[in-house]
């Protein structure tokens, strides 16, 4: 339905009328809401037409905060939007747009002027109840942890009904990089722990074991519906449920049986489960736990026994429980996460009492909400501190920053290989001997993953290139040098919780044969030229930071500034007519001026402009300009023969003035601006003005990530979607 409606292009800008059903509870988005809508019919016209598929609309205006309760799971929608294609990344070296859309949680995006366009129909009993219980705990945690509690507010709603939408996106980085990030989100630790003490509770009630075990199987059903069906969370109450189930039959069944039996359901219900992350992970460590946990249980604790036996052993348990997951997790996390790291190890005997500490106290103050204010700001106390101390645990990766790393891809033929030899080892390998591969398996395996940074050296060439990485709505370029330097000109960036520096930019230089940046340069501080900054900085640890004209109060800038300072990076700022020499290279800086006032706010028109100098060939990188400052950058020396001009400000209509384009005369223009676009990037009068000045021009909208190489005297062009093109300086002798 969408590519009639859209006739090939990005998006359809005419209103339809869209009828389906929310699939989750709406979440507060940047400028408004989130809603995810499964749809069921749409209208263009006066007839409704059926389709299927999911849509992520965004709900504009202030409106849509006080609406955002009556939007939950399972209620019907009607409502007039806008619709686009979700924006995809295409890099060199990275996924594939068909890969993209199947990892993706919906089909199309769509944009909602009003919350008062939206016409909500109620849900069935079930789904209502779920969301009054869901409901319930959003109030709880609004009215018991606020002020400065809130934050361990989003944390205890995390862990309760799996709503992650109000964590700070600090507190998701730190508990990602400890390896704790685990105990938020729900799965088999929540489930087992509510398992347990529900059974055990109505043990005291019931004398029956099979009746305590079917009620509970109910009790964890409804759980699992409360909270929605995350893979973890699917997987959990599954298995719990088996498990249950074969009780009360009076089935004895092993726990890798119960683990293939939750599987095979999962899977016969969702085939498109086997290519989910969440799944992976969840699974693989329960698999890897149930395989070596009990191998390597008696290996850590062979040397302690007497009273404290089983202090050892039950903390030898939680070791080997985290080792194990590690040990089945560590492909996945190098291939999809590039992250390893041992941090977890220790920091579980922390983050998994914390965690059942906030869920339980947060249950508490649930039920005693409305009976007891003194025992629900108990409850409230004890939880907070639990959060403190998960969240505070995470700070040993601060201190020792060496116990988690980020690494550069490895090949998939690794994993293949990884995972066969612990299936050969298991086969044929039984006790101690066992215990001893694997430990063998897991050293070899951290040190090549430790290691594979400094696999890879700078290349010294007689070529100089520059990638235009496709960071959707922003800019990211990198230039490497032919002395083996590299220069990373801003690194893109988004508003909420996606880092586009750690998700696209790092993978894209990793790419690119980069392991070190020698400098880091924002161009100005709004968020689509340094919001990525920070997790590229962390990751490739550049010699220098350089900045234009400084805006102390940009919260982006002082994250980096705070970043650099800790790590004791230099920090220097750009003025016009400083330049740099790298052999046969000239870098020189011709914007901007130094500042007659200290800025306030991010201005476009203070942004970096940089000329580099190769052979014949000049490289010019606007940043954000405008046309005022580009009538006062200089005209370009006249042996500049081939001329490619990064284009100002994503192709907007106040950059790339006519008199600019008749004075530079570029042969090359590179626009960066992200698919389908609110801003109508790059403008189309702008296009033309460039076509009609002679100048090949190539856009990552289009063209994905775009490499250009030169050795001075011939240019070469090729786009991640293949396009290519090449141009040779003719020179005119006199």
Known sequence: WFDQAAGGAERVDSAVDVRGTLAADAAP??????????????????????????????????LSGHARGDWTAGRGVVAPMTLRRPPLSLNFGGPSPEW????????????????????VTPAGPLAEAAAAVRARVRRTVAGGFDGSRAASGAVVTAILIGDRAGLDDDVERRLQAAGTYHVIAISGGNVALLTAATLLCLRLLIRSFRFAAALTAVVVLAYGAVVGG??????????????????????????????????????????????????????????????????LIPWVARRNDGWKRRAVRAAAALLAATAAAELALLPISALIFHRVGVAGLALNFIAIPAMAVIQFAGIVAVVVDPLSRLALRAAVFVAHDGVRALVGSAGLVDVAPWLSW??????????????????????????????????GIIVASGTVIVLSPSFVWPSVTNRLRLTMIDVGQGDGLLVQFPSGHSLLVDSGGTPGAFDVGERVVTPALWDRGVRRLDWLVFTHADVDHIGGASSVAATFTPEEIWEGTPVPRSPERARLWNASVARRRAWRVLRDGDQLRLGDVEIRVLHPPPPDWERQRVRNEDSVVLRIRYGVVELLLTGDIGSDSEAQLPVPPPDALIRV????????RTSTSAAFVHAYAPDLALVSAGRGNLFGHPAADVLARLRAAGARVFRTDEDGAISVETDGEVVVVQTRTGRRWQLRATRVEP
Do not use: C, N
């Open 100 to 119: 993209q859309r199947l990892r993706r949680g919906f089909d199309l995006g769509g944009s909602i002027k009003s919350a008062s366009l939206v016409v």
């Open 29 to 62: 988005a940047e400028g408004g809401t989130r809603l995810v809508i499964d749809v069921d019919a749409i209208r263009a016209g006066r007839e409704w037409r059926a389709v299927a598929g999911r849509i992520q609309a965004h709900v504009g205006g202030a």
């Open 230 to 295: 995350d893979p973890s969370v699917t997987r959990a109450v599954t298995v719990a449920a088996v498990v249950l189930g074969a009780e009360v039959m009076g089935v004895s069944a092993t726990p890798l049986h119960v683990l293939g039996v939750a599987a095979a359901g999962i899977l016969l219900a969702d085939p498109l489960t086997s290519i989910d992350v969440g799944a992976w992970l969840s699974f693989g460590a329960t698999l890897g736990i149930l395989l070596f946990a009990h191998r």
């Open 406 to 439: 980020r690494t550069p891809p490895v090949s998939a033929w690794w994993a293949v290989a990884y995972y066969s030899a612990i299936a050969g080892l298991i086969a044929r390998t039984r006790g101690r001997g066992i215990t001893r591969a694997l430990m």
């Open 645 to 652: 001009l990064k284009v100002a400000h994503h192709g907007s």
